[in-house]
T-cell receptor
Framework: DQQVKQNSPSLSVQEGRISILNCDYT??????FLWYKKYPAEGPTFLIS?????DKNEDGRFTVFLNKSAKHLSLHIVPSQPGDSAVYFC?????????????????FGQGTILTVHP | EAGVAQSPRYKIIEKRQSVAFWCNPI?????LYWYQQILGQGPKLLIQ????????DSQLPKDRFSAERLKGVDSTLKIQPAKLEDSAVYLC???????????FGPGTRLTVT
């Protein structure tokens, strides 16, 4: 049962344009969401996060949008740069009320390979 | 600030052999996680420690996998005996207590032949 899904295995964009990466989830107990970036032969690096009490969070070129009713989140990168080429994972965690052993437990999507062409 | 350290970076073993991975988390991080990432998939949590204690090991194949966290700092993950399907990258991550953001090490790529 894939509770977090990234339906686009890959995305290719031109430098300077917007990159939009999408993520859907099914578990209504999820209420904190994170995006990670991963370069080859390295571990995932935390990028940006959002709590379910918000619908948008910005950090420089990166913005995450959350649509709770649709159980959908997206990551926007503007403008895209060649150095952004990596695999992007979305991850979700239940809230504290989900139970002590679930708090902080991340469920990851399959990842989307982003390629930004110069 | 030093990041999460893992060793070895690469390991090749034959099926039915045993293997161990080591992780040193970021100083002061009470929570430590081991993940398995199979090619083309996202990381899957195997076990979560809070200081010395196990918080969640529901997805750890306990017939062959074991993990311990010594003195609430370093951790080892062992596979005995290994199977072909254990070929994956094993990632260690740590976080501050009660924080969602986890910080990952570079991983150990295990190949079982």
């Amino acid at each position: 049962d894939q509770q977090v899904k990234q339906n686009s295995p890959s995305l290719s964009v031109q430098e300077g344009r917007i990159s939009i990466l999408n993520c859907d989830y099914t578990n209504s107990m999820f209420d904190y969401f994170l995006w990670y970036k991963k370069y080859p032969a390295e571990g995932p690096t935390f990028l940006i996060s959002i709590s379910s009490i918000k619908d948008k969070n910005e950090d420089g070129r990166f913005t995450v949008f959350l649509n709770k009713s649709a159980k959908h989140l997206s990551l926007h990168i503007v403008p895209s740069q060649p150095g952004d080429s990596a695999v992007y994972f979305c991850a979700a965690s239940p809230n504290a009320n989900a139970g002590g052993t679930s708090y902080g437990k991340l469920t990851f999507g399959q990842g989307t390979i982003l390629t930004v062409h110069p | 600030e030093a990041g999460v350290a893992q060793s070895p970076r690469y390991k090749i073993i034959e099926k039915r052999q045993s293997v161990a991975f080591w992780c040193n988390p970021i100083s002061g991080h009470a929570t430590l996680y081991w993940y398995q990432q199979i090619l083309g998939q996202g990381p899957k949590l195997l076990i979560q420690f809070q200081n010395n204690g196990v918080v969640d090991d529901s997805q750890l194949p306990k017939d062959r996998f074991s993990a311990e966290r010594l003195k609430g700092v370093d951790s080892t993950l062992k596979i005995q005996p290994a199977k072909l399907e254990d070929s994956a990258v094993y990632l260690c991550a740590s976080s501050l207590e009660a924080r969602f953001e986890q910080y990952f090490g570079p991983g150990t790529r295990l190949t079982v032949t």
